[in-house]
Every structure is written in C-alpha cells, then in structure tokens.
C-alpha cells in the first residue's frame, strides 16, 4: 500500500509541475557526546562512562508545482563509541511525502516514513528508554483530506497506520491502524473550536494478546490572545475493548509567549498508546515539559527544555514507568550554512513495573552542522 502511494504522488506531482525544478538540500552533523552510565548491564556491556562520535549525513528532495508538492528525504546516523565498541550502532531513516489542492477548498496531504535501527538504547516519543539487542525496524503511513466549507468552518478525514517490529524475540511486535474525523469552527478570527473522533485498532504479536480497539471523542479550544500570547487546551473519553472494557480520559493544554528576546512555552498531554514493545497492553502517557529560549544575538541563542514522562500500562500495570530529562543548550550560527551547538543534559527512568530498565545518564555534547541549498 506504501509503495502505490508513494507512486501515485510522484505521477501527480510530475503532471502537475513539470517545468519546475528538484531542490535538493544535503546537511551535514557531526557530534561529540560524553556520557556517564552511557550503556546498561543489560545488553553485556556494562554501565560505564563512555565518549561517542556521532555522524548524520542526510539528503531532502523536493519538488513544487502550481498545485502539488512532492518531498522525499533519507538520512544516515552512525554512533562510534570510543571505549566500548561492542555499543556502536547505525540508523537508516527514510521520507516521502505529497501535498496537493485538488481543488480551490480541498487539499490532501499523504506521506511514509521507514526508520531501521540498530541502537539498543531506544527512547521513544513517551519517554521510555528500552534496551534492545537487536534491531528495531519502524513504519508509518498517513494519508489526509481537507475542505473548507466556509470561512469559519473546515473539516477532515484521515487514516494512519504504523507497524513496530523487532528482531529480539522478547519485544512485543505491534501494528496500529487508525481512522479519524475532525472539524474546526473559527468563533472568531483569533479563537477556533475543534471538534474530533477517532478509532485505533492496536494488534500484538503475542499469543497472549487478542488485541485492542479504542474510540476516543475529543473537543479542543485554541485562541491566540495577542500577538505574543497563545494557549490551548483539549479534552476527550477513551473507550477500549479487547483487553477488557477500558473507560479512561486525553488531555492536552500548552501555552506560548514570545518576548523581544526569547519565548517560554509549557506542555501538558495525555494519550493512549502502546508501550514500545515492552508489553502487549494500552499504555497510558502522562508528559509535561517546558522550554525556555533567550536570543543572546542575531546569530547565538540558549534553551533550557526539561520534561516529565510517566506511563502506566492497562489493564495489568506491566508498564510502570517514570522519567525525568533536563537539557541545557547553546546555539550559534556564524555562517548562513554553518551552526554550533553546545550543551548539557539529563535523564532518569524509574521503573515500578515488571517491564523496563531504571537508568540515571548525564550527558555534554559539542556539534557541528552543514548544510547547502542547490537547484537541480
């Protein structure tokens, strides 16, 4: 289905811009990391400070015509660990996307991405740190329609699906498919009212697990309150059956002020997801972060991020899980096509489950970025 996709919109966008020209935009990273407690016991390499080097060459495509838009990118990661080579790992990360009007109040938006990994240190977007030993192979497809149907109203369907597959036989491999609709009320030109309703359907490769579906009914409230000022905040019910009936709440609020010299935002969410292979339950995913940004000149700036994660598994509480990072960075751009980075951070996971590891890692990096811009 992926590959069809991705067919249909490179003939569409050729139809529709052929006198265009590809953009294509290579960038560089290289990296210097060292860190405290930079592995687990876990996977056989002990627990013990480490300095990496880190290289991440990638590559986007990209195409524009009157009415369609066609983006494809690949990236490579290679992590060399100095002192303990038995951890060194590599990534392969790969995009296409399509976004085009098929007429004046329609648009559709598709895209897939493909992420293999040999990293057996894995932190996904819920906080969870995972210790795999093998590689972990990721896929997502998205495909979205839009209408305007008037001014102040705006609708959309979608439908995603995602597989997670690993090659260590104790990760529970999972498939999720999800539909969804939404709409969008403009009250006035700087508040809207979203409505939404979706459905997800999560399998486990797991012979203990029949397997999940969830309703979830959900109304949002954004407003921009001045040019400098704007929050949010949604809620909704969650309804799941498979592994017996399950009744939960969503949740998400955030807020953003910009100054002359800097912005602060802060984040709360909460979702219903799986758990990164580490069982075959709903897992629930409570996060609150913030990130505070200064200008220090036209071409410096510093951010302090920090984040709160924690994720319970329904409906046994196999999944117990708490974390805590912090980041403190520098950026610096003497170049148009040239930026360095420098910083610390922290991590912590606490586990009061049967599944995952308890980890305390610290961490000072130094990087360097490249990148061009060239008309093919």
């Not at 990534?91 to 296409?96: E, K, L, M, N």
Request: proline residues 3%; glycine residues 10%; contains cysteine.
């Amino acid at each position: 289905m992926y590959r069809r996709l991705t067919l249909a919109g490179f003939l569409l966008l050729l139809w529709a811009g052929q006198a265009c020209a590809w953009v294509a935009t290579p960038a560089l990273t290289t990296e210097y990391r060292f860190e405290s407690n930079s592995g687990a016991a876990a996977v056989g390499s002990g627990g013990g400070d480490d300095s990496i080097l880190k290289a991440s060459p990638r590559l986007d495509l990209e195409k524009k015509g009157m009415n369609a838009a066609f983006n494809a990118g690949y990236g490579f990661t290679g992590n060399y660990y100095l002192n303990g080579r038995d951890r060194d790992w590599t990534a392969h990360r790969g995009t296409v996307g399509l976004e085009m009007r098929v007429s004046p109040l329609t648009e559709l938006n598709a895209g897939y991405d493909f992420t293999y990994t040999r990293e057996p240190r894995e932190v996904t977007l819920t906080g969870i740190e995972a210790f795999r030993t093998t590689a972990v192979r990721s896929h997502n497809g998205l495909i979205r329609g839009s209408y305007t149907i008037s001014p102040r109203l705006a609708g959309s369907l979608s439908l995603s699906g995602n597989a997670l597959e690993f090659e260590d036989p104790s990760a529970v491999d999972s498939k999720t498919y999800s539909a969804g609709a939404a709409g969008e009320f403009r009250w006035t030109e700087r508040t809207s009212i979203t409505p939404a309703y979706g459905f997800t359907e999560i399998t486990y490769d797991s012979d203990a697990s029949t397997g999940t579906e969830t309703h979830s009914l959900s109304a949002g409230f954004s407003t921009r309150h001045s040019e400098s000022l704007t929050y949010g905040i949604s809620a909704g019910m969650t309804y799941s059956t498979g592994l017996g009936d399950h009744l939960d709440w969503t949740a998400a609020a955030g807020i953003s002020k910009s100054f002359r010299r800097g912005s602060v935002s802060a984040a709360y969410s909460r979702s219903v997801s799986n758990s990164s292979g580490l069982s075959d339950e709903l897992n629930i995913n409570d996060t609150v972060s913030a990130v505070l940004t200064r200008h220090l000149s036209e071409s410096a700036s510093m951010s302090v991020r920090v984040a709160y994660a924690m994720n319970n598994s329904e409906p046994a509480g196999t999944v117990d899980l708490q974390s805590y990072s912090a980041d403190v960075g520098i950026s610096w751009k003497p170049l148009p096509w040239a930026a360095v980075g420098a910083g610390v951070s922290h991590f912590n996971q606490l586990s009061d489950g049967i599944a995952g590891a308890e980890m305390e890692r610290n961490s000072l990096y130094l990087n360097l970025t490249v990148h061009g811009e060239h008309r093919l």
